[in-house]
Nanobody, 115 residues
Framework: VQLVESGGGMVQPGGSLRLSCAAS????????MSWVRQAPGKGPEWVST????????YYADSVKGRFTVSRDNAKNTLYLQMNSLKAEDTALYYC?????????WGQGTQVTVSS
């Protein structure tokens, strides 16, 4: 199992970023997938989950209405569109396989929101 995140970077408050997670080594289409973030000095925070078919999604209250999770099962890729970014969104963002139990994580991609 391999999960590789990309798309992070530095952006000003109010800006947007799109994260991607390329999955390999397992049948991507049959797994729920999640995004989790960890800010400096804090524990991991669940951000969003998308069910296998992509039609059902869940979001943390802190990102609801600003972030959109999606997936392309043909490309084995998970996405997170992040709009209206705030300083408190600064964190290392991980994609993870699963929903309640996330048994594989990527290495993370850094998102920094700063003016």
């Amino acid at each position: 199992v391999q999960l590789v995140e990309s798309g992070g970077g530095m952006v000003q408050p109010g800006g947007s970023l799109r994260l991607s997670c390329a999955a390999s080594g397992f049948t991507f289409s049959i797994w729920d997938m999640s995004w989790v973030r960890q800010a400096p000095g804090k524990g991991p925070e669940w951000v969003s989950t998308i069910r296998t078919g992509g039609g059902v999604t869940y979001y943390a209250d802190s990102v609801k209405g600003r972030f959109t999770v999606s997936r392309d099962n043909a490309k084995n890729t998970l996405y997170l569109q992040m709009n209206s970014l705030k300083a408190e969104d600064t964190a290392l963002y991980y994609c993870a396989r699963g929903r309640r139990t996330m048994n594989y994580w990527g290495q993370g991609t850094q998102v920094t929101v700063s003016s």
